[in-house]
Every structure is written in C-alpha cells, then in structure tokens.
Nanobody, 126 residues
Framework: QLQLVESGGGLVQPGGSLRLSCTAS????????VGWFRQGPGQDRDGILC?????????DEARSEKDRFTFSKDKLKNTVYLQITDAKPEDTGIYYC??????????????????WGRGTQVTVSS
C-alpha cells in the first residue's frame, strides 16, 4: 500500500516562494499518476496539476497561472515537488499529494485518485 507524506508548507509572504515535497513509501512513484491538490478554507479540494510519466497536465483552474506552479521529481529520493512562486493570498490552503495507478493524469480531479497524503498547510500572508 503506497503511503504519501507531504512537507514544506508554512507561512510565506505575498510574492514569496516555497517548495512542497511529497515522499512515497514503501513503493516508488513508478507506474502511478501523481497529482497536487489544494483545499482552501471552506472550499473543495481542487487540482493544480497532475502527471503521468513525463507528461504534466494543469487543471483548468491553474492553467492560467501555470508559470507559478512547477512540478519536479527526484527518483533517487522517491519524492515529487511542487514549487510555488509569486505566492498570492488565494494560494492559502492545505496542499495534498495524491497518487493512483489507474489514473491517466490528464483528468486532474480528486475523484481520480485513491491514495492521499495528510496534507501540508500553506498560508500566504504579510
């Protein structure tokens, strides 16, 4: 059973940057679609981007700001990352990493993913 642990959240000032991490165990991310999702206060859990293999798919909500969200991975560390730049107050929320062996990735919806981390809180405020 794949387990995911997110880290890297915290308080960041508007315009700042941070990098979130998601580490998988005991299996690797190989053969899994991986997604990053955000749940703002009182909001649904919305997709930011999802990946399958080397392909990255931005959600409809995040596509207009894709330059601010960057996905990367380190296979040796079995970790994926979400870099957020030029942080805005509306980025505030709990960020979740998710994985699923059957998800295609191009449908970046929470319903497509069955394995979730516990999330990491990001607060953008001055």
């Amino acid at each position: 059973q794949l387990q995911l642990v997110e880290s890297g959240g915290g308080l960041v000032q508007p315009g700042g940057s941070l990098r979130l991490s998601c580490t998988a165990s005991p299996s690797t991310f190989d053969n899994y679609a991986v997604g990053w999702f955000r749940q703002g206060p009182g909001q649904d859990r919305d997709g930011i981007l999802c990946t399958r293999g080397e392909d990255i798919y931005y959600s409809d909500e995040a596509r207009s700001e894709k330059d601010r969200f960057t996905f990367s991975k380190d296979k040796l560390k079995n970790t994926v990352y979400l870099q957020i730049t030029d942080a805005k107050p509306e980025d505030t929320g709990i960020y979740y990493c998710a994985a699923d062996s059957f998800a295609a990735g191009y449908v970046c919806l929470s319903s497509q993913f069955r394995t979730w981390g516990r999330g990491t809180q990001v607060t953008v405020s001055s």
